[in-house]
């Protein structure tokens, strides 16, 4: 869905430090592949295949390896961690300076005398959402007040889905579309979103859509609600379907569930372009076997990561809208996963936080007002917001893979299954003498170039 847009946009002003390869990542899903970029990659391998050599790479992701060190990020040049917001300045004009913890603030429309009189405590997670919030539906503290479906009516909606099962589902997959990737729904629904492949569990598919404007528009959605009568996996609210308004439909998909099934116990939000292994996400990393946890997001976390103000991006962010130099921890939206008590948490929560149009981004300032901490997977291979190239191995102990055309991932999907049973042996050979996550690294880098 995203890719070939993305693939477009590109970025001015990309300087990166060695230590920054997760930011590396991240931009592969949120920029660019100018040309520019490329040489600094280059540049860049040589220092990471010394990192891969000295063999501490592992140890640098998910902890705050990247605390101390400056951050570039589009124009702004500014100290990655522990800033604050110098509140003594006379002008518009914000500064940093060192404190012993990390805070930020979402904090939209604040009067400039509050401005001057804010100070950002450490942890000081209080954001000043109520003067802000952009839902009419509640100002604040609806934390007790009974849901609704929200400021937008469902136009296709499947409130029994769920209630169907004797047993609560394990899974919940809500996958955000628009009305003409009928292809690619069809190859989710043939592959890793197939609801019957997993006989002793629950696992449902949704299909998250806004709505189209124009004849075009009419015309997709005659051809959605047969497809919606025949699937009976489409949820479709009425708002207008475009990229800045994808915040809107991941909380559609945290409503539903919140409303129509609070007992899930885990649900992934993802989009139509990605590679699933569901297989692996239900048991190997959710596990079935043990209790459902509580308070759990997972996927492929971006830390520390500044808001982009080169206003001809993609994920341009303005200082109006997001005024802190630093996003909460996030995942990426291209597939995360959480405990199902979340979808509530964090539909009430969105209440009375201003929507940004960057969904995960989003998502994290909620998780970050209620104080939730994204886990870090159990190795950093799982979640890709880029496309890995496909092995049977790589793709049977992968979660996410970004960039897929609906007969690819039949493809694909119909060899990973065949292979199942001896996905790594061919490799095998290939791979001795070297260490396994030391590969994977590689593979990383090689797509880092290839795109
Ligand atoms: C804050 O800004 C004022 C005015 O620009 C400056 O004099 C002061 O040194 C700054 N304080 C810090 C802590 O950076
Ligand atoms: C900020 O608040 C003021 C006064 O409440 C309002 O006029 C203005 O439109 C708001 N700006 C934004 C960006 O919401
Ligand atoms: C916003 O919150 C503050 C403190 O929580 C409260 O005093 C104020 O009345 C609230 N304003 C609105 C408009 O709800
Ligand atoms: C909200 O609900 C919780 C539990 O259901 C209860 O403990 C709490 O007192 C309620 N708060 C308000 C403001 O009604
Ligand atoms: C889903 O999987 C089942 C069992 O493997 C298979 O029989 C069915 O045809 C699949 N559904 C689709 C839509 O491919
Ligand atoms: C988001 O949807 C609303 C409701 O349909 C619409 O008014 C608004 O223009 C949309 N925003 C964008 C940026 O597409």
Redesign the pocket.
Known sequence: MRSQADQQLCCQNIALSGEELETLWWRRRHCCTHTATLLYLLSLLGFLAFLVHQAWLPKLSGISWWRGYPVVYGDTVLHAANTKWNTSAVHSVWRFANVPQPSFTADANISSSERHSTSFHPRDMSFKNNLTASTSQSQEGALNATLTHGPFPYIINEPDKCAENQLAPFLVLLIATEARQVEARNAI??TWG?E??FPSLVFIRLFLLGKKEGELGLLQQKMLEAESRRHHDIIQQDFLDSYKNLTIKTLMGMNWVAMHCPKASYVMKTDSDMFVNTEYLIYKLLRPDLKPKKNYFTGNNMRGFAPNRNQNSKWYMSPELYPGDKYPTFCSGTGYVFSGDLATKIYRTSLSIRHLHLEDVYVGICLAKLQIEPTPPPNGFLFNHWRVSYSSCKYSHLITSHGFHPNELLKYWHHLQSNKHNACINTFKERTGRVHSTRMNRDKQAHLLKH
């Open positions: 629904r043939q197939n019957t492949v």
